[in-house]
Structures are given as structure tokens and as C-alpha cells.
């Protein structure tokens, strides 16, 4: 297993547009979480899956956003009509189902929105 | 609401200097304590943790003790190199349902 996988690595969209992420996670973890990094900050905690069911989400997940993960593997992370402040970079984690024992992350999906 | 503090940065230090970033978490139950470093151009990796009170957590000669009485999670290093610089966050998860929540990350620069 390769660890974590983010596709793509780098995204550029204009203002409005949809985006999606793709998040591979390990493939005997059950659990994945999405998070998002701006410049010189820490991890903000977005949404997580245990197998295909979304059990937490962050009041930072505007309406705009929206994840998936319909068969309990890969999940996808959309943001319909993109603005300038969402700009950041999407990280995808995942972990077994004792989930303090700590993450694995992929090396994330850079979105600039311009 | 459930939040750790750590040590705002920069840090620059002198090779073979000690090394001590400062973390603090708020006292909800019995967490999980993580350390997680982020080179340059490269993703989160988990550095160390510790589970319960009194553990201590150590990988690549860094090491940090759970100390329930104080709250807190301080790094340590007794001798950095230049290639540990890098940003380190220290996190926090109050159970095993719940989501990890990371500081706002240290950046750690080393001087030859």
C-alpha cells in the first residue's frame, strides 16, 4: 500500500466554477477525514467517515461543500461556486477505527481560486 | 471548546542546540497527545504520541511526556540537526469517535 492518495495536487479555478478532490485512503483503514490548511496555520477539521457514513461535520462545511464516500473506499470532496477565500489546501486523511492512535495524510490538494 | 495552544514561531536555532516548543491542551477528559511534523514540500507526518497520563512519546530523538497535571505535551530534542527544520503541530483527540484538532504549528528553522 501506498499510503494516502490526493488527486489532483494542484488545482487553478475561477471564481464560481465547481471543483471536486479525490481522496485514496489506506486501503484496511475504515476511516477518513478531510481537512483544510491555509497559509501559516494548522489543519481545520472539515468532515469524516467511518466506512460510507458522514458522522461529523464542521460548521466551517458551507452549503457549498459536499462529501462523499458511497462504497466505504475513496471519497470525493466538491465545492460548488468556488470564491477567492476558499482557496487553500485540502488535506485527506484516514486511520483504523481508533482513530486517536493518529492519522495517515496524503499530501494534499492545493485549490487556488483566482 | 476543545483547543490546544502551542508556541508561536518562528524558532531559529544553532545546530546542536536543544530544542523545546511548548504545547498545552485544555483539560476535557482523557485525550490522545500527537506531535505531527510538516517538512518543506512534503505532507503531515505523525512524529510521536502518547495515550494516558505519564507516557512519553519518542521517534527520531525527539520526545514529549503526557503530563496530565500541567496539561501539557512540550517537544523536546537534545540536539537538533539542520534537517529538522521543518513546522511541527501538536494535536489533540479526546476520543477515539472524535476528530483530531492541531495547533496552529510551530516553524522550526536550524542554523548550520
Known amino acids: 500500500d501506498t499510503g494516502v492518495s490526493q488527486d489532483p495536487r494542484h488545482k487553478i479555478t475561477k471564481r464560481g466554477q465547481n471543483v471536486t478532490f479525490r481522496c485514496d485512503p489506506i486501503?484496511?483503514?475504515?476511516?477518513l477525514y478531510w481537512y483544510r490548511q491555509t497559509l501559516g496555520q494548522g489543519p481545520e477539521f472539515l468532515t469524516y467517515f467511518q466506512n460510507e457514513a458522514q458522522l461529523e461535520k464542521s460548521r466551517l462545511l458551507s452549503d457549498r461543500f459536499s462529501a462523499e464516500r458511497p462504497k466505504g473506499s475513496f471519497s470525493t470532496l466538491e465545492i460548488q461556486r468556488t470564491e477567492q477565500g476558499d482557496s487553500a489546501m485540502y488535506l485527506c486523511?484516514?486511520?483504523?477505527?481508533?482513530?486517536?492512535?493518529?492519522?495517515?495524510f496524503g499530501s494534499g490538494t492545493r485549490l487556488t481560486v483566482v | 471548546g476543545d483547543s490546544v495552544t502551542q508556541m508561536e514561531g518562528p524558532v531559529t536555532l544553532s545546530e546542536e542546540a536543544f530544542l523545546t516548543i511548548n504545547c498545552t491542551y485544555t483539560a476535557t477528559g482523557y485525550p490522545s497527545l500527537f506531535w505531527y511534523v510538516q517538512y518543506p514540500g512534503e505532507g503531515l507526518q505523525l512524529l510521536l504520541k502518547?495515550?494516558?497520563?505519564?507516557d512519553k512519546g519518542s521517534n527520531k530523538g525527539f520526545e514529549a511526556t503526557y503530563r496530565k497535571e500541567t496539561t501539557s505535551f512540550h517537544l523536546e530534542k537534545g540536539s537538533v540537526q539542520v534537517s529538522d527544520s521543518a513546522v511541527y503541530f501538536c494535536?489533540?483527540?479526546?476520543?477515539?469517535?472524535?476528530?483530531?484538532?492541531f495547533g496552529s504549528g510551530t516553524r522550526l528553522s536550524i542554523r548550520p
Open positions: 502518547a495515550t494516558k497520563a505519564d
Open positions: 486501503s484496511e483503514h475504515n476511516r
Open positions: 494535536a489533540v483527540s479526546y476520543s477515539s469517535a472524535s476528530k483530531i484538532i
Open positions: 486523511a484516514s486511520s483504523g477505527v481508533t482513530g486517536n492512535y493518529g492519522y495517515t
